[in-house]
């Protein structure tokens, strides 16, 4: 993932979260809409930890999020 890639995705994320607040649940959420909310939540703190991990230079722990941002990703479009 470039430096823009990494950008737009934190981009696009954070444009997810603030979907999630635009519309606020009538009532009580079922499960799978709750997992859905928790893993976009989850997406955009991993992009941060990849950016992070980019700057410190440490790049074991950028492979490690890039590759749980990809599963993340995944499920979230799956579940739209």
Do not use: W
Not at 48 to 70: C, H, M, P, S, W
């Amino acid at each position: 993932m470039t430096d823009e890639e990494l950008q737009e995705a934190i981009n696009d994320a954070n444009s997810d979260v603030n979907c999630l607040s635009l519309f606020p649940p009538a009532g009580p959420l079922p499960d799978p809409e709750i997992r859905r909310r928790e893993m976009i939540l989850l997406r955009q703190l991993t992009l941060y930890k990849i950016e992070d991990a980019r700057k410190q230079n440490k790049k074991d722990v950028e492979l490690f999020n890039t590759v749980i941002y990809g599963l993340m990703t995944s499920f979230v479009k799956s579940h739209q």
